[in-house]
DNA sequence: TTGTAAGCGTTATCAC
DNA sequence: GTGATAACGCTTACAA
């Protein structure tokens, strides 16, 4: 039933300690032998037991990616990426969500980490940084910025850039009545709270009064809520003619209530959003938006955690990952078409 | 640095024997005996180890999850629904992606089954489900239909009948010049087959002739094949007013092609997809759908698993999930808005 | 009810 | 270059 190197061993004439070396592809090793074991070893079909090997070694070569939701386009898209990035070293990759929820942030951060995996990548909503950093217990990288001392590693792209990008890009389109949807004054996440100062901070620059009734706040940052928020907008007092949504499903969401209520996209409002998720580039009108370089947030990521587990007393990092404004039709309008640089099967 | 039952046993006074037992929850315990151990778990922070215990009971408590990529919304949704599920049983999930590759699919079946994992979820694309069976080495479930003899469970949604329902709906709504896009003619995975067996049995059922040029292959299922595929009708001899696409991901670029065209969905051509995927709520049209039972699809496929963990010899069988046709404005227009059950926040 | 001790399958430390 | 053998931390007969 179970094969294993005592049962190798005998088969190919030699002791376990050899065909362990085989099987690790040890170098000292006589090359007969070696053939000789490799033969028993297929034969056998002989697999390394990895709860023995973990137990031994004291690694198990998987680590745990604890997002709020896997269902998410954006959770999705980074999490395809970080479990690529990680076969590639070898490493299994554990997937936990926590819906946001706090209790399950610090369970997932506190409980498995040095134990079950070597490490673990979080993405933390409701938790603040600072506390997760308390309550760790082994190697830890956050996704999301540093709000205050702690001593994990961070990787997240420049908010406030990412912001101003977005409030930029509206403002040289002429608009003027500008609002933002996805405001999280509720959350321990300074993601929001960092966009919106760079939206602000733009408006300012450009001489423009912050407008405080056109921020919205969202409890979650799905498409529902966009819509939701869109239709507030909409029936408020103040003119808009662009919109800033935090993250991509708040925009699709907005357009979907700008559409229900007969409101051309561009034309009348002009829609971004933040994460460059893939239903963005297909929607009609497609979406213009901030993109993160999700790739190298996971590779960040992973080569932090890598740097951690090896050296657990190495200093505590921020890393800063790329980001670019992509614009589509929903600022551009159809004059996007010509620019984009992917365009469908035409 | 490391504490372990011993460490536990010493500071409460007992063995290591009583120490696991209080770990484990066993019933006969002196309760003082069971305060004092408990109280210096809690002190010491113990956490059994996984990997020790693995190895003991020969039993992971982990399940692997392969899909072909975890970036498309309908393998994120039912990734997200096979977490949560497996989470209530207490079980871990590891996530694997193919791409659709064989190699790797042949791989992630037969390598880790029975190891390192108690079993495998997996949804080929590539490898033929007989020739997986055949290179198992544990519990393993497969996602689709059996093709032919194998021992493994199956668990899919019938897609003949999914076929049906979204052709007959369109042929309700009066189109008679239908076309079918998602074939792939060149995978080992029936379900394209079935959908488009459905397909054809409910056009001529209505005394439609079969119009095999208005059939398109694909060799992905994601929106850019549906754009293309979209637009080789379009720009083909005949004339299509409605099109059944075999996944959502393929309707939404199919949708996007139209709009690129300037025809209107539903009135110049009506759409209809499979899977309902998020995007397909929110988008504009929202997207006509025959929406699988991904909830019940991945409690089914960890039933499945669980009785074949239990018990290896058990009988295959072949589950079959509920679907329904959810009718939205892709084929209904502006009338779903009314009979919509979920409208965004309006 | 609790203690003692024998493995689970590997890897790592000694020798030879 | 290879062979014995002692851990790794836990569960579980078997005793007491």
Redesign the pocket.
């Known amino acids: 039933m ?5 049962e190798v ?1 005998a088969r190919a ?9 085989v ?2 592809g040890f ?4 090359p ?3 053939r000789r074991v490799q033969e028993a070893i297929d034969e056998l079909g ?4 990895t ?3 973990s ?4 690694r198990t070569e998987t680590i745990s990616l604890v997002v709020p939701e896997l269902d998410s386009p954006y959770f999705a898209e980074l999490a395809s990426l970080v479990v690529r990035a990680a076969e590639e070293r070898g490493w299994a990759v554990h997937i936990d969500q926590t819906d946001g929820r706090a209790d399950r942030e610090r369970r997932m951060v506190s409980g498995p980490a040095g134990r079950s995996v070597d490490g673990v990548i979080c993405s933390p909503w409701a938790v603040a940084p600072e506390e997760l950093a308390a309550l760790s217990a082994g190697p830890v990288v956050l996704l999301g910025e540093r709000t205050a001392p702690g001593r994990l590693d961070h990787i997240a792209i420049d908010n406030v850039a990412a912001g101003e990008a977005a409030t930029r890009h509206l403002l040289s389109l002429g608009r003027r009545h500008l609002a933002a949807i996805g405001a999280q004054p509720h959350l321990h996440n300074d993601t929001a709270r960092l966009r919106l100062q760079g939206h602000r901070a733009t408006l300012l620059a450009a001489g423009l009064p912050p407008a405080e009734d056109r921020v919205v706040a969202v409890s979650t940052l799905h498409r529902p809520d966009g819509a939701a928020a869109m239709a507030r907008l909409l029936d408020g007092p103040s003119r808009v003619d662009a919109v800033f949504c935090f993250t991509d499903e708040l925009a699709l969401g907005a357009m979907r209530t700008l559409a229900e209520r007969g409101r051309r996209v561009p034309d009348d409002v002009a829609v971004v959003g933040v994460d460059d998720i893939l239903d963005g580039r297909y929607c009609v009108p497609s979406l213009s938006t901030v993109a993160p370089d999700k790739a190298q947030i996971a590779r960040l990521a992973l080569d932090c955690l890598a740097r951690r587990i090896q050296d657990p007393q190495a200093p505590d990092r921020d890393l800063v990952a790329d980001h670019r404004l992509e614009e589509r039709e929903s600022t551009l309008g159809a004059a996007a078409r010509r620019r984009q640089s992917s365009p469908p099967g035409s």
Request: hydrophobic share 40%.
């Open positions: 179970a094969v294993g190197l005592r061993a004439g030699v002791s376990v300690r050899t065909v362990s070396n099987a690790n170098a000292h090793v006589a007969e032998t070696r002989y697999r390394p037991n709860a023995a090997r137990l031994r070694r004291g």
